[in-house]
C-alpha cells in the first residue's frame, strides 16, 4: 500500500491519536469505562496500522523482535510481581491495600501497577500475533 | 445480527464472510452499549471488530479466499444435524429457567454485587465498579487471563517460528544439493 498517498498521510495523522488514545483508555480506566485488555488492543492496532500502511519490515524496526517478546513476558511479570510485593508487605497475594500506609491509595495503585502489566501483555501479544501472521511469505 | 449471521452461512467467499464477521462484532458492541456494559462493548468493538478481523484477513492471505466444497456424505449431514439439535435444545431448556432481564430478585443480585456496588468505590478509590471488580476482587482472575493471552502468543510465535526453521532447513538442503 505504499504509493496510497491519502492513506499514508491520514495514517500518519491518525496514528499519534490511537496511541494517545490508548494510553487515555490505559489510565483512566478507573474511572470510564476502559483497562488494561481494551488499551493493549488499541495500541497494538496502532502498530497494525502503520504496518499495514508502511509495510511489516518498517513496522518491525520500529518495534524489533526483543521488544515485542520481552513485552509480552514484561507485562506478566509486573502482574505477578505485585502480587509478590504484596506479600512481601506482610499481606495477601495481590492484595494491594498493604501497599501504601492508606489502603484506598494502596488499592489505587495497585489497580494502575497490574492493569499497565495487562495493558503491556495485550499489546505485544497482538502486536507478535500479527507479525508472525503478516511476515510469513506465501508458499510459492 | 440475525441477517449477518445468515450470510455468513450462506456466502462462500471468505473474504466477504471475514468482513460480515466485523459487522456482526459492530453489531454486537452496539447491543452492549444499549445493556449498559460500556466495557464489555469497548472489548467487543477493539476486538472482535477490529484485531480479529485483521487477522483473519492475514489467515485469508496466506491461504484461500475461497471456501471448499464440504463432503456432501449423507451419513455425516445428519451426525452434524442431530449434534446441533440436541446442543440447541438444550441450550432453550436451559434459558427456559433464567430471570427475565433486569429483574432486580435474580439470584445474581442476591450475593456480592450489591457488596461491589457500594462498597467498590469507597474501598478502591476507583469509581469505575467494573475496573474495581476485575483488578482488586478478581485480581486472581484477571490474572489467570492475562496469563492466558501470554500462552496465546508464546504459542503463535512458537507454531510460526518451528514452521519458518522447517522452511529454512529444507531451504539450506535445497542450496546443498544445487551447488553440488
Known amino acids: 500500500m505504499t504509493h496510497h498517498l491519502v492513506v499514508r498521510v491520514i495514517a500518519k495523522m491518525l496514528i499519534p491519536f490511537i496511541m494517545l488514545f490508548a494510553l487515555y483508555v490505559q489510565f483512566h480506566g ?34 524489533p523482535d526483543w521488544v515485542v517478546r520481552t513485552g509480552i513476558a514484561l507485562g506478566g511479570l509486573i502482574y505477578g510481581g505485585t502480587g509478590v510485593v504484596s506479600l512481601f508487605k506482610d499481606g495477601n497475594y495481590l ?46 | 445480527m440475525a441477517v449477518t449471521v445468515f450470510m455468513v452461512v450462506r456466502l462462500h467467499n471468505l473474504f466477504a464472510v471475514v468482513m460480515l464477521g466485523g459487522i456482526y462484532s459492530l453489531l454486537a458492541a452496539a447491543l452492549l452499549v444499549v445493556l449498559d456494559a460500556v466495557d464489555v462493548a469497548f472489548t ?22 475461497q471456501e471448499k466444497e464440504p463432503s456432501r456424505r449423507p451419513f455425516y449431514t445428519f451426525v452434524v444435524l442431530f449434534v446441533v439439535a440436541i446442543t440447541g435444545a438444550a441450550l432453550i431448556f436451559g434459558s427456559l429457567d433464567m ?35 476485575l483488578a482488586s476482587y478478581r485480581g486472581f482472575d484477571t490474572l489467570g487471563e492475562t496469563m492466558v493471552v501470554f500462552t496465546a502468543g508464546i504459542g503463535v510465535l512458537l507454531t510460526f517460528a518451528s514452521v519458518q526453521a522447517g522452511r529454512k532447513r529444507e531451504d539450506e538442503a535445497g542450496e546443498e544439493e544445487g551447488e553440488e
Open chain 2, 99 to 133: 430471570p427475565v432481564i433486569g429483574d432486580p430478585t435474580a439470584p445474581i443480585h442476591g450475593h456480592v454485587a450489591d457488596v461491589y456496588l457500594s462498597e467498590g468505590p469507597v474501598a478502591t478509590g476507583v469509581p469505575n465498579v467494573v475496573t474495581a471488580v
Open chain 1, 30 to 63: 478507573d474511572f470510564g469505562p476502559g483497562g488494561g485488555f481494551q488499551a493493549g488492543v488499541i495500541f497494538a492496532s496502532a502498530f497494525i496500522l502503520y504496518a499495514l500502511v508502511f509495510g511489516v519490515e518498517t513496522a518491525r524496526e520500529v518495534a
Open chain 2, 44 to 65: 467487543e468493538a477493539a476486538v472482535g471488530a477490529g484485531i480479529s478481523t485483521v487477522l483473519a484477513l492475514g489467515a485469508l492471505s496466506l491461504t484461500t479466499s
Open chain 1, 95 to 140: 492484595d494491594y491495600s498493604v501497599l501504601k500506609a492508606d489502603p484506598v491509595a494502596g488499592q489505587h495503585i495497585g489497580i494502575l501497577v497490574i492493569e499497565l502489566g495487562v495493558g503491556i501483555t495485550v499489546a505485544s501479544v497482538m502486536t507478535a500475533i500479527f507479525f508472525a501472521f503478516a511476515g510469513r511469505q506465501r508458499r510459492g
